[in-house]
């Protein structure tokens, strides 16, 4: 069964505390997305990364972090510095930057 | 500059009826454009997409769009909604020219009455 996870469905963050959401693909893609979804809003992109090894920032970057060391991985650390980071976190791929992006579930980050 | 706008950002339709959510774009050339559904606390599903091969596009449950080029338009429309049907729905470009960027429209939330 062909698609992208993420997890956790839910993710709970303590002040001054770094978290990491995961995303898996095993669609064989090469292009992969990180997204956030604030209510009333379109999703606005924090990075993204088209091949192994490499990754480049969106426009929100700030306070965030990824690696793509495998293909079929793309996670995402929301680190302290991100100072409002409740939000909907959605992850994507495609085979290139032209072609139609497939979405994970999202997760969804809380702050306690 | 490129831009997706979706001109409501709510829409009401009683089951039964059509359904018409609009978006217009900004671009200096063709993009390749798509409608996506998004139920609550779920990913993006894909309804459609446009890539210059025909105007009249045809998607998932009964949604199809039409691409006007000279109205720079690419509305979504449903002959006959659905109670399942009430989502959010988002526009995108992706623009491919100096560059590929995608760009989401606000979305419109469509509310669907018994």
């Known amino acids: 069964d062909g698609g992208i996870t993420q997890s956790p469905k839910y993710l709970f963050r303590k002040e001054g505390q770094n978290v990491t959401l995961s995303c898996e693909q095993n669609?064989?893609?090469?292009?992969m997305y990180w997204y956030r979804q604030d209510p009333g809003q379109g999703l606005r992109l924090i990075y993204y990364?088209?091949?192994?090894?490499?990754?480049q920032k969106g426009d929100i970057a700030e306070g965030y972090s990824v690696s793509r060391e495998k293909k079929e991985s793309f996670p995402l650390t929301v680190t302290s510095a991100q100072k409002n980071p409740t939000a909907f976190y959605l992850c994507?791929?495609?085979?290139?930057?032209?072609?139609?992006?497939?979405f994970g579930p999202g997760t969804r980050l809380l702050v306690l | 500059a490129q831009s997706v706008t979706q001109l409501d950002s709510h829409v009401s339709v009683s089951e039964g009826t059509p359904v018409l959510l609009r978006c217009n774009y900004s671009?200096?050339?063709?993009?390749?454009l798509f409608w996506y559904v998004q139920h609550p606390n779920k990913g993006l599903q894909l309804l459609l997409k446009?890539?210059?091969?025909?105007?009249l596009v045809k998607g998932i449950n009964g949604f199809e769009a039409e691409f006007k080029k000279s109205e720079t338009s690419f509305h979504l429309t449903k002959p006959s909604a659905h109670m399942s049907d009430a989502a959010e729905y988002f526009c995108?470009?992706?623009?491919?020219?100096?560059?590929?960027?995608?760009?989401f429209g606000a979305g419109t939330r469509l509310f669907v009455k018994a």
């Open positions: 994507a791929s495609s085979t290139d930057r032209r072609e139609t992006q497939y």
């Open positions: 995108v470009v992706i623009k491919n020219t100096g560059g590929f960027k995608t760009i």
């Open positions: 671009s200096s050339y063709s993009p390749s």
């Open positions: 446009y890539t210059s091969a025909a105007t």
């Open positions: 669609l064989n893609h090469d292009a």
């Open positions: 990364s088209q091949i192994v090894n490499d990754f």
